[in-house]
């Protein structure tokens, strides 16, 4: 991938807005050519990093295209290169901005001024007096779209990644609306119940004047046709005949990451009775080497008629059976 612009500023691969501005200001402050006399060609050098870094990660169309396909894949279109993103037809072309513009933007200053007027700015703790720098009044933001996302009881319980294809309308670099495609991944933790949420800053429709929407993914419950969710536990529902619940049963059960189990009913079954088999529910998101409980439910099914003769035979056998 080449370099690793999330490790240059420290932060996760899903950071927000907000926390790649927290950390380009840490960072900046700290390597920033003027504050850095002794080492200043190596501070200039991780200050121009640092820059490139957010100048990328800040975009959501460079930061798409670096996800994809890292750093040699997004510079290929600054010269108009043969590549995912470097034909002609890509309506994308990477031009890295001036370190000192984007710190000028969150310090205050303009490009056209010296580095002088820069060197006093770090000196004095640049943006914290905010003096006559008054920052521009933020856009205000469109409201977030919030959309199921359907997931099965396996991929919730193994971890999946998935991969879902969104449009929408952006402004081109004539400021008329022009729709475009994105595939957004998203990874499943093991565990994920229903209702947790995955955001996708700023990914909804550009409006003018507007900040884009966010995209909110809501995680949605698919049926299972043998298992049932009751927070970390699974509950399943097991029909057994009223001699196999007098005399015992084995039976197996194929667990929702393809395992075999097999399950011994030793004791007598009351109607309404459950077994519980330890650690062998749904992985607990906060530590997935826990987990929950399987709970079997056993339904007895009795039969509809006996002759008199069973009627007699059972008499004979239950007639001394104690409680």
Aim: aromatic fraction near 8%.
């Amino acid at each position: 991938m080449g370099v690793d612009y999330y490790n240059i500023l420290k932060v996760s691969r899903s950071a927000t807005e907000e926390d790649l501005k927290k950390s380009y200001k840490r960072q900046a402050m700290k390597w920033h050519p003027d504050k850095n006399r002794v080492n200043n060609k190596e501070a200039e050098a991780k200050f121009k990093q640092i820059s490139e870094a957010y100048d990328v990660l800040s975009d959501p169309q460079k930061r798409q295209i670096y996800d994809l396909y890292g750093e040699e894949g997004l510079k290929a279109t600054e010269f108009g290169a043969a590549g995912p993103y470097g034909n002609s037809d890509s309506g994308f072309l990477y031009n890295p901005r001036d370190a000192e513009d984007i710190f000028a933007e969150f310090f205050g200053g303009s490009s056209g001024k010296s580095r002088a007027s820069h060197r006093n700015g770090v000196n004095g703790e640049a943006g914290r007096n905010q003096g006559n720098n008054a920052k521009p009044k933020p856009k205000a933001k469109a409201a977030a779209i919030e959309s199921k996302l359907a997931c099965t009881l396996e991929e919730l319980y193994k971890g999946a990644r998935k991969k879902l294809k969104i449009s929408r309308v952006v402004p081109d670099e004539f400021g008329k609306p022009k729709t475009v495609e994105e595939i957004l991944k998203i990874d499943l933790k093991p565990g994920w119940k229903k209702g947790t949420k995955i955001t996708f800053p700023e990914k909804g429709n550009q409006e003018p004047g507007l900040t884009p929407a966010d995209l909110i993914f809501v995680v949605d419950e698919k049926l299972h046709a043998v298992f049932k969710r009751d927070g970390n536990d699974l509950v399943v529902h097991q029909k057994i005949s009223l001699l196999e619940a007098l005399t015992g049963q084995t039976f197996t059960l194929t667990t929702l990451d393809a395992r075999s189990i097999t399950i011994p009913v030793i004791d007598i079954v009351k109607p309404g009775r459950e077994l519980v088999i330890q650690d062998e529910g749904m992985p607990i998101s906060k530590d997935p080497s826990k987990r929950g409980n399987l709970i079997i439910k056993f339904e007895v099914i009795f039969p509809s008629r006996l002759t008199l003769e069973q009627k007699s035979d059972l008499k004979r056998v239950l007639g001394g059976a104690v409680n």
